[in-house]
């Protein structure tokens, strides 16, 4: 397990639901930023990585709700390499505002073709970037 990076987001309005808390549908994509990120300052840029022919497709996400976040609010969403398989990779999320826990979600990725979206194993370089050199290659996800 890699601890790998920490994102800072400000909540916008356009995020709140009429109880002025952030609408629980937002958490995915404030996921999807947190690792798009990640992958930025790990390996580079995304498009990079599709142009060899390859993209990822996410296969599951999981949000656990400790407690609500607001307008304007500032969260840390910090993203940790749990596991990577020859095929796939597990992300988890970890939402703070100060020392409040707001949420906790999991992320698998999947590696496929960019063309015919077969799963097709992670490239080494990648791996290593990403954390899964230290993880050892698992059975194919």
């Known amino acids: 397990m890699t601890t790998s990076f920490t994102h800072r ?10 109880h002025g808390m ?3 549908g937002h958490y995915a994509a404030f996921m ?27 296969a599951d ?3 656990r709700f400790r407690s609500p976040a607001f307008f304007d609010d500032e969260l840390d969403i910090a993203v940790t390499t749990e596991s990577m398989s020859t095929t796939s990779m597990t992300t988890t999320y970890r939402f703070t505002r100060g020392e409040d826990l707001i ?7 999947v590696c496929i073709d960019g063309e015919d979206h077969g799963k097709r194993p992670w490239p080494e370089d990648l791996r290593a970037a990403l954390g899964g050199a230290d993880t050892g290659t698992g059975p194919a996800a």
């Open 9 to 18: 987001l400000r909540v916008r309005f356009v995020e709140c639901d009429m």
């Open 22 to 24: 952030v609408f629980n």
């Open 32 to 58: 999807d930023v947190a690792f798009t990120e990640f992958w930025r300052e790990r390996a580079g840029s995304y498009a990079a990585f599709s142009g060899t022919g390859l993209a990822t497709a996410v």
């Open 61 to 63: 996400l999981r949000v």
């Open 103 to 109: 949420a906790e979600g999991e992320l698998r990725h």
